[in-house]
């Protein structure tokens, strides 16, 4: 009976563990994060940049363990503006479920073994890998209670991993990685302008002002809607003939086009309804247009 409960005992504490871990490196985040890399590795590989498994699972490990440990840097650096804001006081380390020194030791574990990981694939992976922890940690979160501007900064961070994966393929930063990175760096400020607008009132609890005039005002909506724009625009690039090996069908640039200004309706809705509820469906719409959009330009390099 004892043997039968220590048992049972150990599986409750690993599922304990495991579950801070999900919830310290913001699993669904990071996972995201690395389906934007393995999609810019797909649209990498070539006839001179062959496919390989070892790579690609590689980049995902090495891309987890760097999103992962800009997660926990970030909670420990904000763990008491956390505990203000219900939708972040439960996390680990503002409920104390993870001691700062523990969080800090993963946190520097997952940096070594993304960066290394990234390493093995390539020097200049490992580079960018390296800069998104950086900005994301040492520039990024201490900004977040002093200016608006963190979100542009974020937005650097934010873009690196659709590029990293071509640049996991092709150990090169081009005109076709420079792409990538352009449309994930737009996408960024309707995203988290929507996400801003409609926690705005737990983001200030905690002393964030994500939009950019600090209000949920006609001129923060009007942003939206002209980072949408460059959006668009960024993404229908490929279909120009102007961004070297990147290309986008005419069949498929239309479906891009298309993706574009169904989220360009929601971030006018915004502007003319001024309320959360619009704000999240934007967010919402936000999220499945980069992931779709992603999914189409693979398709489209394979299929076209």
């Not at 001691?99 to 030791?105: G, M, T, W």
């Not at 093995?120 to 209670?145: C, D, E, H, Q, R």
């Not at 003939?241 to 239309?254: E, V």
Request: hydrophobic fraction near 50%; proline fraction near 4%; charged fraction near 15%.
């Amino acid at each position: 009976m004892k043997i039968i409960l220590n048992v049972s005992d150990n599986e409750v504490s690993l599922r304990s563990l495991f579950a801070d871990f999900v919830a310290i490196t913001k699993a669904r985040l990071a996972i995201s994060v690395v389906f934007s890399s393995v999609a810019g590795y797909l649209l990498g590989v070539s006839d001179d940049n062959p496919f390989h498994w070892a790579t690609l699972i590689m980049l995902t490990i090495g891309g987890y363990c760097m999103v992962g440990a800009s997660n926990v840097f970030n909670q420990i650096i904000e763990k008491d503006l956390d505990a203000l804001m219900d939708r972040t006081k439960n996390r680990p380390v503002p409920t104390g479920k993870v001691s700062v020194r523990n969080a800090f030791i993963l946190g520097s574990l997952l940096t070594i073994a993304g960066i290394g990981i990234l390493y093995s694939i390539n020097p200049k992976t490992a580079m960018f890998g390296a800069i998104s922890i950086f900005l994301y940690t040492s520039v990024y979160t201490p900004l977040k209670t002093i200016t608006p501007l963190a979100v542009f900064v974020g937005a650097f961070p934010g873009a690196i991993p659709f590029m990293l994966g071509w640049v996991a393929a092709t150990n090169d930063f081009d005109i076709e990685a420079g792409t990538l990175f352009l449309i994930q760096f737009f996408w960024q400020f309707p995203h988290f302008w929507a996400i801003g607008w409609f926690l705005f009132d737990d983001y200030k609890k905690g002393g964030f002002y994500m939009l950019p005039t600090g209000k949920r005002d006609k001129k923060t909506a009007l942003q939206i809607i002209l980072y949408t724009v460059w959006l668009i625009i960024a993404s229908y690039l490929p279909a120009t003939g102007f961004t070297g090996n990147l290309k986008l069908s005419m069949g498929f640039a239309a479906v891009v086009l298309a993706l574009g200004i169904w989220m360009l309706v929601y971030a006018v809705k915004l502007y003319k309804n001024m309320d959360a509820p619009s704000a999240k469906k934007l967010m919402l719409v936000s999220v499945s247009y980069i992931s779709l959009l992603q999914v189409i330009y693979v398709l489209d390099k394979f299929l076209g």
